[in-house]
């Protein structure tokens, strides 16, 4: 109906979990701009939480591609004390470090930048370079628990 009175840009909240397969269809076939699915938006959060349980926060990017991931370095953390070139040799990983949150500031920081305890650092790269890195610094993926 937005569209036959003119309406730039629509948003169609499909809820039903038997549409979901059909959602880019729905899209294009209605021109819609957008389709929100509340429960699978939730749910993929969900997923993505357990799969980090360390991380603080968890932006998703660039049709599920690119994750940015922030972790609190504490004092059992592998890489406390350690600077971006060293952590980039000893875990050769496709990761990028690309800010550090410390006292209050922010850091773009180059190889010599020393990670701290009490550090947030901002981890960019795709879903399986972030897993094995989050895996290499000794954080475990964590499995729900199934009751009967």
Same mark, same amino acid.
């Given at each position: 109906m937005g569209k036959k009175i003119?309406?730039?840009?629509t948003i169609a909240r499909i809820r039903n979990p038997e549409y979901s397969e059909q959602l880019a269809l729905m899209k294009d076939?209605? %021109?819609?701009?957008? =389709?929100? +699915?509340?429960?699978?938006?939730?749910a993929m959060d969900i997923s993505h939480l357990i799969s980090f349980p360390s991380a603080i926060n968890i932006g998703i990017?660039?049709?599920?591609?690119v994750y940015l991931i922030e972790f609190k370095v504490d004092?059992?953390?592998p890489i406390a004390g350690m600077s971006i070139s060293s952590i980039q040799e000893k875990y050769n990983s496709d990761?990028?470090?690309?800010?550090?949150?410390?006292? %209050?500031?922010?850091? =773009?920081? +180059?190889?010599?930048?020393?990670?701290k305890e009490g550090d947030h650092i901002h981890v960019a790269g795709d879903y399986e370079s972030i897993?094995?890195?989050?895996k290499a610094l000794g954080h475990h993926e964590k499995k729900p628990n199934?009751?009967?």
């Open positions: 003119g309406v730039k840009k076939e209605m %021109a819609l701009s957008m =389709i929100v +699915n509340p429960e699978l938006a939730t990017f660039a049709d599920d591609r004092e059992e953390s990761i990028l470090i690309c800010a550090v949150y410390r006292d %209050a500031q922010i850091y =773009i920081p +180059n190889g010599d930048f020393v990670i897993g094995a890195y989050h199934q009751s009967s």
